[in-house]
Structure formats: structure tokens, C-alpha cells
């Protein structure tokens, strides 16, 4: 089985201030993908990051970042000098691949509120 | 490059009807998702399909639900008898099978309410 954690509900941040949100993940597939989604109030999911499973390389995007390391199964998010749009609820998800489906397993979510 | 467009964006129903959402693909996309998200929770996969074959449908919630792709390009989930626990989010989601089929793109969804 499948399981991804977001134990963050809610987290609220002064604009301008970083913000990490944390992801924890099971799973027994050796080949895998984790993914993080923003959805802003009008509902629809917006595609951030994929990354598999063999690289471990911390990617940086912009005033986004993401801290990948299997060791502890945790795939967490940086958001630099957050900004009012940054608002959103934030969803990490985990393929699973073992059964060629690719289907989502999603976490509950972070919902991000910055204050101006 | 248009994106995955859902129709309706929202519906209301009364308890016992039908109702059926539409889904199109961005297009050369290959496999499509269903997904079903309630309030506070993440979505949780419903079913897919790579072009017209439904490759994956038992975490459909009940017999109630039916999905197809009858051309292998825009798809329909049906919910029939609609129960007030159907009230919920539907999202449809695709990816390119041979150039980045692991990446899901979402659409803006069906928000259904039950009365």
C-alpha cells in the first residue's frame, strides 16, 4: 500500500517570510515519482515538480525549491520570500507505478495562507 | 495548447437522479483519470484509461459509477441513483503515455452537490 503524509493542515506566513511544507511517504515500489500540486480557491490542481525516484538532486525553480531525500521518505517544499499568490492548499502525490497505472496517491494537503 | 477542460464546472441534483460530467484530454494525450476529491481531503483515483480501453476501474466507489472514452478522446463519468455522500469534487486529469505519461495534468473539475 501507499501512503503519503502532510501532517501540516494549515500553515499562515507573513508575506515575505520562507515557508517549507513537508511531505512523508510509504511505499514498497523500488521505481516511483512524487509530485507536488498547488490548488489555489478555484479549484484546479496546478502541476509544480515530478521527481523520481533515482535522483535525489534538489531542484530549485524560481523562489521554489525541493528537498528530496529517501532516506527518511521525505519530499519537502520551500517556498523563498512567499508572496499573497502563494496562497493555496499544496498537495504531494506518489505514483503507483509498479502497476503501470501511474494512478495518484495523494496527501491530505497543506493549506497555505500568506498575509500581506 | 489548451488545457483539460471539464463540463459542467457545477451541478445540482436531487438524491435519485443521474448525472453524467464530461471530460476532455488535452489533446495527443493517451491516458485519462478520474479522480474524486471531498472537502478537506486529497483526490482519490476513481479510474483511468489508456485511448478507449478502461485499463483500471475497481476503486470506482460503487456500481453506481461508469466511465467511458468511447473514441479513445473526450470521456464521461456517470453517476447514476446520485446519493447526498456523492457530493464532491470530480476531477480529469491526462498524460502523454510515451512522452511524460507519469505527469497528470488536472482539469478545473465538477463540483456536484446532492440535495
Known amino acids: 500500500a501507499q501512503k503519503v503524509t502532510q501532517a501540516q493542515t494549515e500553515i499562515s506566513v507573513v508575506e515575505k517570510e520562507d515557508v517549507t511544507l513537508d511531505c512523508v511517504y510509504e511505499t514498497r515500489d523500488t521505481t516511483y515519482y512524487l509530485f507536488w500540486y498547488k490548488q489555489p480557491p478555484s479549484g484546479e490542481l496546478v502541476f509544480l515538480i515530478r521527481?523520481?525516484?533515482?535522483?535525489?538532486q534538489n531542484e530549485i525553480s524560481g523562489r521554489y525549491s525541493w528537498n528530496f531525500q529517501k532516506s527518511t521518505s521525505s519530499f519537502n517544499f520551500t517556498i523563498t520570500a512567499s508572496q499573497v499568490v502563494d496562497s493555496a492548499v499544496y498537495f504531494c502525490a506518489l505514483t503507483n507505478s509498479g502497476a503501470g497505472s501511474y494512478q495518484l496517491t495523494f496527501g491530505k494537503g497543506t493549506k497555505l495562507s500568506v498575509i500581506p | 495548447d489548451t488545457g483539460v477542460s471539464q463540463d459542467p464546472r457545477h451541478k445540482i441534483t436531487k438524491r435519485g437522479q443521474n448525472v453524467t460530467f464530461r471530460c476532455d484530454p488535452i489533446?495527443?494525450?493517451?491516458?485519462l483519470y478520474w479522480y474524486r476529491q471531498t472537502l478537506g481531503q486529497g483526490p482519490e483515483f476513481l479510474t483511468y484509461f489508456q485511448n478507449e480501453a478502461q485499463l483500471e476501474k475497481s476503486r470506482l466507489l460503487s456500481d453506481r459509477f461508469s466511465a467511458e472514452r468511447p473514441k479513445g478522446s473526450f470521456s464521461t463519468l456517470e453517476i447514476q441513483r446520485t446519493e447526498q455522500g456523492d457530493s464532491a469534487m470530480y476531477l480529469c486529469?491526462?498524460?502523454?503515455?510515451?512522452?511524460?505519461?507519469?505527469?497528470?495534468?488536472f482539469g478545473p473539475g465538477t463540483r456536484l452537490l446532492v440535495l
Open positions: 521527481r523520481n525516484s533515482f535522483d535525489e
Open positions: 489533446s495527443e494525450h493517451n491516458r
Open positions: 486529469a491526462s498524460s502523454h503515455l510515451i512522452t511524460e505519461q507519469e505527469t497528470q495534468y
